[in-house]
Protein backbone atom coordinates (compact mmCIF):
# COMPACT_ATOMS: atom_id res chain seq x y z
CA UNK A 1 0.00 0.00 0.00
CA UNK A 2 2.89 2.57 0.81
CA UNK A 3 4.49 4.09 -2.20
CA UNK A 4 0.67 4.61 -3.66
CA UNK A 5 0.83 8.25 -5.03
CA UNK A 6 -1.89 10.45 -3.51
CA UNK A 7 -2.92 13.38 -5.19
CA UNK A 8 -3.43 16.93 -2.79
CA UNK A 9 -5.49 19.95 -3.20
CA UNK A 10 -6.37 22.53 -0.60
CA UNK A 11 -6.72 26.09 -1.06
CA UNK A 12 -4.19 26.48 2.67
CA UNK A 13 -0.59 26.17 1.78
CA UNK A 14 -0.34 25.37 5.58
CA UNK A 15 -2.90 22.82 5.22
CA UNK A 16 -0.49 21.32 2.01
CA UNK A 17 2.67 21.21 3.83
CA UNK A 18 1.22 19.52 7.00
CA UNK A 19 -0.24 16.82 4.54
CA UNK A 20 3.19 16.67 2.66
CA UNK A 21 4.66 15.81 5.27
CA UNK A 22 2.62 13.69 7.26
CA UNK A 23 1.65 11.31 3.58
CA UNK A 24 5.52 11.17 2.97
CA UNK A 25 6.08 9.83 6.37
CA UNK A 26 3.78 7.20 5.80
CA UNK A 27 5.60 6.06 2.87
CA UNK A 28 2.90 7.84 0.31
CA UNK A 29 4.30 9.65 -2.99
CA UNK A 30 2.39 12.87 -3.14
CA UNK A 31 1.20 14.85 -5.96
CA UNK A 32 0.07 18.22 -5.63
CA UNK A 33 -2.80 20.00 -7.42
CA UNK A 34 -3.52 24.26 -7.57
CA UNK A 35 -6.84 24.35 -8.19
CA UNK A 36 -10.16 22.05 -9.15
CA UNK A 37 -9.31 21.78 -13.01
CA UNK A 38 -5.36 21.03 -11.23
CA UNK A 39 -7.40 18.28 -9.99
CA UNK A 40 -8.81 16.57 -12.59
CA UNK A 41 -5.56 17.07 -15.47
CA UNK A 42 -3.42 15.78 -12.85
CA UNK A 43 -5.81 12.77 -12.03
CA UNK A 44 -6.43 11.93 -15.80
CA UNK A 45 -2.65 12.01 -16.19
CA UNK A 46 -1.06 10.33 -13.08
CA UNK A 47 -3.91 8.13 -11.93
CA UNK A 48 -3.14 8.35 -8.47
CA UNK A 49 -4.26 5.87 -6.11
CA UNK A 50 -6.65 8.19 -4.20
CA UNK A 51 -7.26 11.84 -3.87
CA UNK A 52 -7.58 14.36 -1.13
CA UNK A 53 -9.30 17.97 -1.32
CA UNK A 54 -11.16 20.40 0.08
CA UNK A 55 -14.38 21.19 -1.28
CA UNK A 56 -13.48 25.06 -1.62
CA UNK A 57 -10.78 25.16 -4.38
CA UNK A 58 -10.17 28.20 -6.98
CA UNK A 59 -11.19 27.88 -11.27
CA UNK A 60 -13.46 24.55 -10.62
CA UNK A 61 -14.66 23.89 -6.64
CA UNK A 62 -13.64 20.33 -5.38
CA UNK A 63 -17.30 19.12 -5.16
CA UNK A 64 -17.40 19.75 -9.06
CA UNK A 65 -13.82 18.41 -9.82
CA UNK A 66 -15.23 15.17 -7.87
CA UNK A 67 -18.28 14.82 -10.05
CA UNK A 68 -16.27 15.14 -13.38
CA UNK A 69 -13.71 12.22 -12.45
CA UNK A 70 -16.57 10.44 -11.36
CA UNK A 71 -17.89 10.71 -14.99
CA UNK A 72 -14.80 9.15 -16.51
CA UNK A 73 -14.21 5.42 -16.25
CA UNK A 74 -10.54 6.15 -15.79
CA UNK A 75 -10.94 8.41 -12.85
CA UNK A 76 -14.41 6.87 -11.64
CA UNK A 77 -13.29 4.29 -9.00
CA UNK A 78 -10.15 6.57 -7.81
CA UNK A 79 -11.77 6.89 -3.82
CA UNK A 80 -11.92 11.16 -3.37
CA UNK A 81 -11.62 11.85 0.56
CA UNK A 82 -12.90 15.30 0.84
CA UNK A 83 -11.05 17.22 3.81
CA UNK A 84 -12.66 20.46 4.30
CA UNK A 85 -14.05 23.33 7.09
CA UNK A 86 -17.48 23.31 5.01
CA UNK A 87 -18.38 20.65 8.15
CA UNK A 88 -22.54 21.45 7.99
CA UNK A 89 -24.30 17.58 7.35
CA UNK A 90 -25.91 19.27 4.04
CA UNK A 91 -21.70 20.08 3.46
CA UNK A 92 -20.96 16.42 3.74
CA UNK A 93 -23.98 15.15 2.31
CA UNK A 94 -23.23 17.43 -0.74
CA UNK A 95 -19.38 15.84 -0.49
CA UNK A 96 -20.86 12.59 -0.43
CA UNK A 97 -23.19 12.64 -3.14
CA UNK A 98 -20.79 14.50 -5.26
CA UNK A 99 -19.04 11.35 -5.39
CA UNK A 100 -16.62 11.28 -2.20
CA UNK A 101 -15.72 8.06 -0.67
CA UNK A 102 -15.10 10.10 2.32
CA UNK A 103 -15.44 13.32 4.26
CA UNK A 104 -13.14 14.85 7.03
CA UNK A 105 -14.09 17.94 8.94
CA UNK A 106 -11.32 20.63 9.75
CA UNK A 107 -9.65 20.45 11.89
CA UNK A 108 -8.45 16.72 12.42
CA UNK A 109 -6.43 14.07 13.56
CA UNK A 110 -3.51 13.31 11.52
CA UNK A 111 -3.77 10.10 12.71
CA UNK A 112 -7.23 9.28 11.83
CA UNK A 113 -6.58 10.82 8.26
CA UNK A 114 -3.98 8.40 7.79
CA UNK A 115 -6.03 5.78 9.06
CA UNK A 116 -9.05 6.42 6.65
CA UNK A 117 -6.27 6.60 3.57
CA UNK A 118 -5.59 3.09 4.60
CA UNK A 119 -9.29 1.75 4.20
CA UNK A 120 -9.86 3.23 1.39
CA UNK A 121 -7.09 2.53 -0.34
CA UNK A 122 -7.25 -1.06 0.79
CA UNK A 123 -11.28 -1.17 -0.43
CA UNK A 124 -10.12 0.12 -3.91
CA UNK A 125 -8.03 -2.56 -4.24
CA UNK A 126 -11.28 -4.94 -3.38
CA UNK A 127 -9.81 -6.23 -0.12
CA UNK A 128 -10.88 -6.15 3.70
CA UNK A 129 -9.40 -3.90 5.58
CA UNK A 130 -7.73 -5.13 8.31
CA UNK A 131 -6.95 -4.07 12.21
CA UNK A 132 -3.94 -2.23 12.74
CA UNK A 133 -1.79 -1.63 15.87
CA UNK A 134 -1.52 2.31 15.73
CA UNK A 135 -0.20 3.38 19.41
CA UNK A 136 -1.57 6.47 20.69
CA UNK A 137 -3.56 9.27 18.94
CA UNK A 138 -1.38 12.23 17.16
CA UNK A 139 -2.74 15.66 17.26
CA UNK A 140 -5.17 17.81 15.46
CA UNK A 141 -4.55 19.61 12.53
Known amino acids: MQHCQILV??????????L?????NAGYRVLIASDGEDVC????SDMPALILMDTQLAKLSGLAAAQRLK????TRDI???FVSSAGQAE???AGLQAGGSDYIVKPFYME??????RIHLTLARG????PQDTGSASGHT
Open 9 to 18: ADESQQQVGL
Open 20 to 24: LEALG
Open 41 to 44: LKAI
Open 71 to 74: QFPA
Open 79 to 81: PII
Open 91 to 93: DRI
Open 112 to 117: ELLERI
Open 127 to 130: ETPR
